[in-house]
C-alpha cells in the first residue's frame, strides 16, 4: 500500500512563552530559514530574541487557540483524515517540520512499518527554500529503506486554484463582494530570491491562477507579503501598508485571502485577521473580512488526493 506523507511547517504545543520558545527554538536555528552564521545567530537567538518575542507570540497563540489546540495542528490533522478518506487504497499520515509529530519520529515509524514506497506532500503550495526545500532536507536526513518522491509545489495546480476561487465565490454569495480583493502570502527576505528563490514567481503564477479560475483579469487581484520577519528588506508589497493605504484612500471594504497557506494559523487568524484587519478601519476603512484558508474542506481534499495520485510533478 503506498503511503501519503502531509508535511506542514509545526506549531508550539501550548500558548505558553516556553512552549513557543522551543518551537521558535528549532524553527530559527534552521539554516534554510535563517542564513546568519551560527556563532552570532545562535546568541542572538537564544539570549535576546527569544527571551523577548516568546511571551509577546505566546499571548497572540492564546488569542486564537481551539479546544483541540493550535488551528495550525487541529487543521492539518482533519485535512489528513479528509485526503485519507479519499484515497482508501493508500495509508495518508501527517508530520510537521518543527514540532510534533515530528518527521523525524513519523519516518521511523514508517520504516518500522515495512513502508516501502512514499510521497511527501509538504503543505506549501507556492515553492520555497525557506520551506520546501527544507522539508526535502529532513526527508533526506530521515527516510531509510524506502523510495521517497516529493511534490515539488502545486502553485499552478488547477484543481487547487479552482478550490481557492469557489472558496472566495462562496464568501462572496455570503457576505456580497468587497471593493478589492487582496491576494497575501507569507513573504521571505528579497535577497533570497535575488539568489534565485523562485518563490515570488510561483506567487504571481498563483494570483495568475487564482484569476483565471475567477473569470476576472489578473489585475482586479492585489497581491500583497505579510509576516516580516527581522529588518531586512522582504518581498513587497507588504500587506499592513497596502490596506492602510487603501483605507486612507476611500476604499471601505476589502476581501482577504491567504492563498500561501493551507490552512489556519496564527499568520492569518492572529496577523490578518484580527491585526491587520484592525488597522484597516482604524485607518478609515469599515471592513476587512477575512476569506479562510481550505483547511479539511472537501474541495481541498479533493484536490490533494488527485495530486497525490498524479503522474506529475513528483521526483
Ligand atoms: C507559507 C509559507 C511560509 C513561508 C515562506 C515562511 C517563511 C518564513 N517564516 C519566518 C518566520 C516565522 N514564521 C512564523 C509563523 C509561520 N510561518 C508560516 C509559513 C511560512 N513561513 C506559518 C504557517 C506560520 C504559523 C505557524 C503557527 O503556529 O500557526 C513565525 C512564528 C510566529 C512569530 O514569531 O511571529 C516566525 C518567527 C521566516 C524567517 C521565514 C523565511 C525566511
Ligand atoms: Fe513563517
Ligand atoms: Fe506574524
Known sequence: MPTLLLVNLGTPSAPTAQAVTTYLDEFLSDRRVVQLPRWLWRPLLRKLILPRRSPVVAHKYAEIWLPGGSPLAVYTEQLAHAVQQRLPQWKVVHAMRYGAPALADTLQQLQAEGTSQLRVLPLYPQYSTTTT???????????????????????????????????????????????????????????????????????????????????????????????????????????????????????????????????????????????????????????????????????????????????????
Open 133 to 315: 526545500a527544507s522539508v526535502a532536507d529532513a526527508i533526506a536526513m530521515h527516510a531509510r529503506g524506502m523510495q521517497v518522491q516529493m511534490l515539488h509545489d502545486y502553485h499552478a495546480d488547477a484543481g487547487w486554484a479552482q478550490a481557492i476561487a469557489a472558496s472566495i465565490r462562496a464568501h462572496w454569495a455570503a457576505h456580497g463582494r468587497a471593493e478589492k480583493l487582496v491576494l497575501s502570502f507569507h513573504g521571505i527576505p528579497q535577497r533570497l530570491v535575488n539568489q534565485g528563490d523562485p518563490y515570488a514567481a510561483h506567487c504571481e503564477g498563483s494570483a495568475t491562477a487564482i484569476a483565471s479560475a475567477l473569470g476576472l483579469p489578473r489585475t482586479e487581484l492585489l497581491l500583497t507579503y505579510q509576516s516580516r520577519f527581522g529588518r531586512e528588506r522582504w518581498l513587497q508589497p507588504y500587506t499592513l501598508p497596502t490596506l492602510e493605504a487603501l483605507a486612507r484612500n476611500g476604499v471601505k471594504n476589502v476581501d482577504v485571502v491567504c492563498p500561501g497557506f493551507a490552512v489556519d494559523c496564527l499568520e492569518t487568524l492572529e496577523e490578518i485577521s484580527m491585526q491587520n484587519a484592525g488597522a484597516f478601519t482604524t485607518a478609515g476603512g469599515q471592513a476587512l473580512r477575512y476569506i479562510p484558508c481550505l483547511n479539511a474542506s472537501a474541495a481541498h481534499a479533493e484536490a490533494l488526493a488527485a495530486l497525490a495520485i498524479s503522474d506529475s510533478g513528483w521526483a
